[in-house]
């Protein structure tokens, strides 16, 4: 696997803390800060990939107005 290296300035108490998850798990600092990324990067294509698809249903009016959303909120504090 071809590898890049990626300079970030972050706090200090967050280099403090990835210091610490590297001592307890005994990993490398680059592997932990790797990991962390993957997963955020995962979740940001998720997240960009439903705001696409929520825009869709919006471009093929699928919607519910205001007033139906009001009042189902209201009919959830009367079941309650």
Avoid: C
């Amino acid at each position: 696997m071809n590898t890049r290296v990626v300079t970030a300035h972050i706090p200090n108490e967050l280099a403090e803390q990835i210091d610490q998850l590297a001592e307890r798990l005994d990993r490398p600092k680059g592997w932990i800060v790797k990991q962390a990324l993957i997963s955020w990067v995962e979740l940001e294509t998720k997240r960009h990939q439903l705001t696409l698809e929520g825009l869709a249903d919006v471009d093929a009016g699928r919607l519910v107005d205001h007033a139906s959303v009001d009042a189902w909120t209201k009919n959830l504090d009367q079941s309650v």
